[in-house]
């Protein structure tokens, strides 16, 4: 193995660890036992992530971003608006049958939690949320609606009332409190978000 490869195998298992533990032990995760699990030391979560907290930022993004490319593959770009909101929708719902999304929500949970009891991770958490939701903006923005172009404004106001509707009714699924929210349901409940109220002025 390379230098390079080393740097990026370990910054990989450091990962792996991560999450496995921070699912396991949200805010009672300890450094020592992810450097454990990954064969690796404390020294080496420093030398690449500069901090714990540096490693569950990385963690945040390596968790998110494979999702937001996932739906920049799905929403092609020669849909409208509501075509894309819809298709949008379909997916989040689908991510509910995941053998594995009880997993990814308690993991999730765990984060939040962990952003919630130190004061210097949420703000960097949230920056994080937000960068990806700025890639979900930059998908809805453009899109004809009503004859018009979608602003960087209006779907930014949108992108952010979509990400909150899907997070909430794909947690219900997931908890089996929304065992009759089909595909369709999610898609006409994205779709209802498309008034001038949250839309907003251009």
Known sequence: MTRAEAKEHNRRA??????????????????EEIAEQAGLTTGAVYSLFGS????????????????????????????????AVEVFARRYRRLCDD???LRHLSFEISLQDLALRDPELAPRLAASVREHEERLTALLSGRVHDGS?????????????LRALMVGLSQGVTLGLA???S????????????????LGPP
């Open 14 to 31: 450091l990962l792996a660890a991560a999450r496995l533990i921070v699912a396991r032990d949200g805010h009672r995760a300890k450094l």
């Open 149 to 161: 172009a979608v602003t960087s404004r209006q779907a930014r106001r949108l992108a952010t009332a």
């Open 52 to 83: 714990k907290n540096g490693l569950l930022i990385a963690l945040v993004t390596d968790y998110l971003t494979p999702h937001y490319d996932g739906i920049e593959q799905t929403v092609p770009d020669g849909l409208d608006l509501v075509e």
């Open 183 to 198: 595909e369709d349901y999610f898609a006409a409940t994205a779709r209802a978000l498309i008034t001038p109220d949250v």
């Open 99 to 101: 053998p594995d999304a």
């Open 179 to 181: 065992d009759a929210a």
